[in-house]
């Protein structure tokens, strides 16, 4: 019986352990999985996104929403700012298709919403919007992120509360930051083209919602 009991409890721990492992690595919500997203790049770069709907809910939903229309593809990486982010989300390389044709609702502390505990640690994504230099114009426009997302290539926490981080790199880190390292012209624009072939995101089965959205003219 002592051998029985012994094996029983080494089985326990042996579950216990495996739960415990499935909770830190996130992959999982109570009872569904976190979507992935995959970007391939032009360079042939591939990078893995977790996704946490359970944090920035509409902002997932709008990611997804414009992945599935193929709204990313096609776009390029404009932005590079070395040790800081790499910025994406253009449609194609018109400079006058900024945005998505619509703005979603900022899901950060700042602008009352309390859910969201991402913080801006490395790899982090996390969605861009418009700013000012005048911290109280700023506040003004929580409310216009859209298709541009960025993803960060060094801790910034100080971002935490004003801007949607909505997802986590789980895999390609060091291919982005060999990204980062592009040479760039005076407006931290790649000088040689790099966008984004494709993006995806697996949903493990699980529909998400159309994206609650914002008239850009009632901004």
Not at 114 to 129: I, P, W
């Amino acid at each position: 019986m002592k051998g029985k009991n012994s094996a029983v409890k080494r089985s326990c721990v042996l579950l216990a352990l495996l739960i415990s492992i499935t909770m830190l690595t996130g992959c999982y919500t109570i009872g569904e999985r976190k979507p992935i997203a995959t970007i391939l790049f032009s360079n042939g770069d591939e990078v893995k996104i977790r996704l946490y709907p359970d944090q920035a809910p509409n902002t997932v939903n709008n990611f997804i929403y414009l992945a599935n229309s193929g709204f990313y593809d096609g776009s390029p990486v404009h932005r590079i700012v070395e040790y800081f982010v790499i910025q994406m989300g253009k449609k194609g390389s018109d400079p006058e298709q900024v945005n998505a044709g619509y703005y979603i609702k900022g899901e950060f502390s700042n602008n009352g919403f309390g859910k969201n505990e991402l913080s801006h640690l490395q790899g982090t994504v996390s969605m861009a919007r418009s700013a000012s230099d005048d911290d109280n114009a700023d506040k003004d426009l929580y409310n216009t992120a859209s298709s541009q997302f960025f993803i960060t290539l060094t801790d910034k926490t100080y971002l935490d509360g004003d801007y949607a981080a909505f997802g986590k790199v789980i895999s390609g880190m060091k291919l982005i930051e060999q990204i980062s390292k592009m040479d760039v012209d005076k407006n931290d624009i790649p000088r040689d083209e790099i966008y984004i072939k494709t993006l995806t995101v697996e949903t493990f089965g699980k529909n998400y919602d159309e994206p609650t959205k914002i008239p850009i003219e009632d901004q």
